[in-house]
């Protein structure tokens, strides 16, 4: 099925250790981003791309790298997890031209939790 | 991109219309109203979107005043399914980011 698909859909991880949200699409969208949602608030942009090659931050980048080698994937890593670092992490595309003429398909998030 | 104004909750009663307002009182020329909604924690899903004139699409109904200063959502026959929080997000297309406030949770009861 065409959409966002985001891998793992739960993760613990112990303070300190890396590791990597998936996020791959099969839309040809040329823009992807990275939010994150804490408990009773809204999304944060964490980084994004505008297409293979290019990322630049967003509003909460601290602690988190991407890359973009592809258009369909768009991976998130954690470079040494932190409690603060807990939350619900969702990745989202839109298609290529005028962001404002389309809405943005989400994937259905990965929550992470650091003990 | 411009703040909005939503209400924190809402009821709808099952098969009837839910009117969801949104106010936006700085909003630019170029600025689109965007609606999103999230059903318990799943990704927000897209709804519909405007600039100008009133728009309809399968899930929805998209009012904007003439000023352009408020706007109104509305589901035409609510379902229990349709509970969720729903976002009015203002976005010019050029920033680099969705910007979402608290939105309004609706609650459809049976």
């Known amino acids: 099925n065409a959409g966002v698909t985001q891998t793992p859909k739960f993760q613990v991880l112990k303070t300190g250790q890396s590791m990597t949200l998936q996020c791959a699409q099969d839309?040809?969208?040329?823009?992807m981003s990275w939010y994150r949602q804490d408990p009773g608030m809204g999304l944060r942009l964490i980084h994004y791309s505008v297409g293979a090659g290019i990322t630049d931050q967003g509003e909460v980048p601290n602690g988190y790298n991407v890359s973009r080698s592809t258009t369909e994937d768009f991976p998130l890593r954690l470079l040494s997890a932190a409690p603060s670092q807990t939350s619900v992490y969702f990745c989202a595309s839109s298609p290529p031209g005028r962001r404002s003429n389309y809405g943005y398909t989400f994937g259905s998030g990965t929550r992470l939790t650091v003990v | 991109d411009a703040k909005t104004t939503q209400p924190t909750s809402m009821d709808c009663a099952e098969g009837r219309a839910a009117n969801l307002p949104c106010n936006h009182s700085t909003i630019s020329g170029n600025e689109y109203v965007y609606w999103y909604r999230q059903i318990h924690s799943q990704g927000p899903q897209y709804i519909i979107h405007g600039l100008k004139n009133n728009e309809t699409n399968e899930m929805a109904s998209l009012i904007i005043t003439e000023d352009r200063k408020s706007s109104t959502l509305i589901l035409p026959h609510a379902t229990l399914r349709d509970t969720a929080v729903y976002y009015c997000?203002?976005?010019?297309?050029?920033?680099?980011?969705?910007?979402f406030g608290s939105g309004t949770q609706l609650t459809v009861l049976p």
């Open positions: 997000i203002v976005y010019s297309g050029s920033a680099r980011q969705l910007t």
């Open positions: 839309m040809n969208h040329e823009y």
